[in-house]
């Protein structure tokens, strides 16, 4: 019998020898050794270290990258000092075990573990997370889920069988900000709502995309597993193009900026609406970037434009935009308010907004920045006539990650698990498919079909590189 195994079997007859409640530890700050997690991280600098330092209560027993160089260059300034508020988690990484392969970090270690974080590119998230869920761990995953329509599915029936808790990354389904502004449409504040806008500035200025594959080759720096970076991915050689962050931009590891932004800008609108899949997905681009007559980086500027049937209720139209597209000024909108919104001094993020959102109702419209954040309602006397709409929507005390770990202990409820996560990343990906395909997408989400484009259905999946598998 295994850690993990034994813990469950023998938790309600021990708990009242073994668990000292944390006020005789030492107040409500102490974490009891055996509220601990143990847990893994796979892909720990970057994203990885922000979703890692949220979890550094925890017990970090592993670290899994494929660059611990740029992982070190995460955690410490230009001056090469641990960057404030990475101290702990600088700490958990010195004190982990190190592993270059997940596999065989799995294979040491999986008995140990309870639950994994998975920051890779989005080309790896399927193949580590439906693992780890096989070997019962829990998984908290970035968006976008997978890298395609076929992998989430994969792993939203995997964690149905499993039954282990899983959460994708995507905070603003925990915050309280979009939380308030689903009360406020539930609460009639803007009336039925038909149509809704989102964007985002990326990739430009974050990341290349319409490029080729570059020239020539380059050696891998000292201490960079490129076999592993590929995974199931096609081989090609190494270029700083792809690594350590541009991946973004290219197809095969990927989703471009729908794929980055799109869970953090049209989930709440998914939720709200109860929108379920879309009946219609059609994207417009530029070109992409081809290399040998392939595909192999995203446009630099897209739009996609998704119908909701809803089952026979009043259908609803959701439109993309990135790459410095926006969308029309809704007529509800006042004059001295813009479009885009200036974030002040204090506030997250770049200027200006990373993205934000229009829901527009029969009476009156709704906007929210990234993450859902930053509610407001115009006319702006909407505010005060919705302000006690009731709150329907439980607050989560924790960040995304905590509450994820809070859910393993079974100390609360995961806010974004797969069984959410897996339908919304198939919405955004069709998005894809269609940019891919070039052609408009209906799609029958119970046979995995695209009727209308039988063609594009191969980019619903991929195929997987030498001995890597789903």
């Not at 970037?289 to 995203?298: M, Y």
């Not at 993450?371 to 407001?376: H, I, L, Q």
Request: aromatic share 8%; charged share 25%; proline share 8%.
């Amino acid at each position: 019998m295994d850690r993990r195994t034994f813990l469950k079997e023998s938790a309600l007859t021990a708990a009242g020898l073994s668990v000292v409640p944390r006020h005789v530890l030492g107040g409500a700050g102490h974490q009891a050794p055996s509220d601990t997690l143990n847990i893994a991280g796979i892909g720990v600098g970057g994203q990885g270290a922000s979703n890692m330092n949220a979890l550094t209560g925890e017990n970090i027993v592993a670290v899994c990258d494929i660059d611990f160089g740029h992982v070190d260059r995460t955690l410490r300034g230009e001056d090469g000092t641990v960057a404030d508020g990475l101290r702990a988690l600088h700490e958990a990484y010195e004190q982990a075990e190190r592993y270059t392969d997940y596999r065989r970090m799995f294979d040491d270690l999986a008995d140990d573990l309870d639950g994994v974080v998975i920051s890779t590119p989005d080309h790896l998230h399927a193949v580590a997370a439906k693992e780890a869920m096989e070997r019962g761990l829990h998984v908290y995953v970035e968006k976008p889920l997978t890298r395609t329509v076929r992998e989430a599915r994969t792993l939203m029936e995997t964690a149905d069988e499993t039954g282990v808790v899983t959460q994708m990354g995507n905070q603003g389904h925990t915050h309280p900000d979009g939380r308030r502004a689903i009360e406020w449409v539930w609460d009639g504040a803007i009336g039925p709502v038909h149509e809704i806008h989102a964007w985002t500035d990326r990739p430009a200025s974050w990341w290349p995309q319409g490029g080729s594959r570059p020239e020539g080759s380059m050696s891998p720096p000292d201490g960079v597993n490129w076999d592993l970076f590929l995974g199931p991915a096609p081989e090609v050689p190494y270029h700083d193009a792809y690594h350590p962050f541009d991946w973004r931009g290219w197809v095969d590891y990927g989703t471009g900026a729908l794929g980055d932004m799109g869970a953090h800008l049209i989930d709440h609108a998914m939720w709200a609406l109860d929108l379920g899949p879309p009946t219609e997905v059609w994207g417009s681009s530029n070109a992409f970037g081809t290399s040998d007559g392939k595909q192999v980086s995203w446009p630099t500027a897209e739009t996609v434009h998704y119908t909701f049937g809803r089952g026979g209720r009043d259908p609803v139209e959701l439109t993309w935009y990135d790459g410095g597209l926006l969308p029309p000024r809704p007529q509800a909108l006042p004059d001295d308010v813009p479009l885009v919104r200036e974030l002040g001094p204090d506030e997250d993020g770049p200027t200006p907004s990373w993205g934000g959102a229009i829901w527009v109702g029969e009476d009156g419209i709704l906007m929210h920045d990234t993450y859902g954040r930053t509610p407001r309602l115009y006319p702006k006397a909407l505010e005060a006539q919705h302000s006690d709409a009731p709150q329907e929507l439980p607050r989560v005390g924790t960040g995304h990650q905590a509450n994820w770990a809070e859910a393993c202990k079974e100390q609360a409820e995961a806010t974004c698990p797969f069984d959410y996560a897996a339908p919304l990343t198939e919405a955004l990906l069709l998005g894809v498919v269609s940019l891919q395909a070039g052609t408009p997408v209906r799609y029958d989400p119970r046979s995995m079909d695209i009727p209308n484009a039988p063609e594009a259905e191969r980019y619903l999946r991929r195929d997987y590189r030498g001995e890597w598998s789903l």
